[in-house]
């Protein structure tokens, strides 16, 4: 129990990110995440709205990546295998995790 309440008080402190990285096959673009805004990439729609981010429409068979829904904290990521399509959000200050090490 001890341990869900720790799990959970940190990802409530996670601070808010900055942009959205957005990377689709080779390319990887930047958009800010404080506007409304839809954007297309091929088949795909995603969706910003004033802090978080998620992936609206995408045409793979299971769905999996419409339905980890909405994301706003830094270092989250929503992944769409099949359309090799990640968003991600990231901050301008640095930010470290275990992955860093």
Sequence with gaps: MTIIILALNYYFQLPKGDYLEISHGNEIKHYSLFQNKILIFDE???EINMGKAR???SNCANQYCIMQGWISK???SVVCIPNLF????KSK??????TNY
């Design 44 to 46: 795909i729609e995603v």
């Design 74 to 76: 830094i270092n989250h």
């Design 55 to 57: 992936i609206k429409k």
């Design 86 to 89: 990640k968003i991600s959000i």
């Design 93 to 98: 200050m640095l930010s470290y995790d275990s």
